[in-house]
């Protein structure tokens, strides 16, 4: 019988360092440099949406490259390099990053702003769909069938509290000063009082929530702490990074920060899990505890580093002091190629909306899940 008391996905520890904590202090982070003005900004040839400013490069390169886009290749761990996992799913596998780089390019075929919009409201429904993946699993040893606090409750929690403040992001009055990848890829549609009234019904469902969670405490004596955190952590990176604070560090650092750093450990665990079914450098590499986490963050940031030179080389010509460029990109090699370009250099990340709808989910088609979500915890 599943013990419906354990609050958490691996131990405490974990959950809090790993999973929770990154959101909630990210958010913390944030809150402090906005009273303090921090980070100071630098002129930028980017969006106009942040004034012409833009992250210090330093910052930048944190944030970017060693979190998000590191995240994405972390997907090489979950299924190409687990060799059991390759040879059981192997069309999925394959034929998914060659349906991704197919519909980049048809999608760049209508223009590049049709592209960005496209992509860039797939990466909504990931984010989103990633906390939903968390939020099962805590709740996975819950009933879910007990009328109004069912899981059906907590799952239209998730999604009021992620796509309320995305509805205000298309309805505030002169936008936000940020953009989720270029400007322009997400509808405008300023309506002061429709955005108003959104925020209000996102409230209104907060505390209609937290009252419901108090209810279940007095009339259950139990409420699931480990999901309670995972909605409270999503609700402040949400409101707070979109909402509240109208700048681009802001919003970039609590949504970079709390999707990625928690997907990387999660990758981490799986991988030492599965350490046996890895290639043997890294089966050695998980063999030795912690000193796995060397070989494990150097091979991501080394892919993460090397597809944003080509990001920036070729595309962008932004960060000519982080990439040492300037002497390629200023031949601007790549311009008129875009439209192949483009698709190319955003595989893997297309792959990894992708394959993660697949990867992750509960049954015989992912077994090896089983033994990795319910071994013993520490």
Request: charge should be positive.
């Amino acid at each position: 019988m599943t013990d419906h008391r354990k609050p958490w996905i691996f131990s405490a520890r974990f959950d809090l360092t790993w999973i929770l904590g990154p959101g909630i202090l990210s958010v913390i982070l944030v809150l402090i440099a906005d009273y303090f003005d921090f980070p100071n900004t630098g002129p930028s040839s980017g969006a106009s949406r942040t004034d012409g400013k833009a992250l210090p490069p330093w910052l930048w390169l944190a944030l970017i490259p060693c979190v998000d886009v590191a995240h994405v290749y972390s997907t090489l761990f979950r299924a190409y390099w687990d060799k059991e996992v390759w040879n059981r799913r192997k069309t999925l596998l394959t034929l998914t990053p060659l349906f991704c780089f197919i519909s980049a390019l048809i999608l760049y075929s209508f223009g590049k702003s049709v592209f960005w919009t496209c992509v860039s409201y797939l990466a909504v429904f990931h984010f989103i769909r990633q906390q939903y993946g968390f939020l099962s699993l805590y709740a996975r040893g819950e009933k879910r069938t007990q009328g109004l606090l069912s899981f059906s409750w907590d799952k239209a929690t998730l999604y009021a509290i992620t796509i309320l403040p995305v509805v205000y992001w298309h309805l505030a009055p002169g936008g936000r000063k940020f953009e989720w990848f270029t400007e322009g890829d997400f509808f405008y549609f300023p309506q002061k009082s429709l955005a108003e009234l959104t925020i209000l019904f996102f409230w209104v469902w907060v505390v209609i929530y937290a009252f419901s969670q108090i209810y279940l405490l007095i009339r259950k004596n139990y409420i699931s702490i480990g999901k309670l955190l995972l909605l409270f952590n999503t609700a402040s990176v949400w409101y707070v990074g979109i909402v509240l604070l109208n700048d681009d560090f802001a919003f970039t650092f609590t949504n970079v920060i709390n999707h990625g750093i928690p997907y990387i450990a999660l990758i981490y665990a799986y991988g030492n899990f599965r350490r046996k079914n890895l290639p043997h450098f890294f089966y050695t590499a998980f063999s030795k505890g912690l000193l796995a986490i060397l070989p494990f963050v150097g091979v991501l940031l080394l892919l993460a580093y090397s597809e944003e030179w080509l990001w920036d080389t070729f595309i962008w010509r932004e960060h000519a002091e982080i990439f040492g460029n300037r002497s390629v990109s200023v031949l601007e090699i790549g311009r008129g190629f875009e439209f192949i370009l483009v698709p190319m250099f955003f595989l893997p990340q297309f792959t990894h909306y992708i394959l993660d709808g697949f990867l992750w989910k509960g049954g015989k088609e992912n077994e090896e899940l089983v033994g990795f979500l319910n071994r013993p915890k520490s």
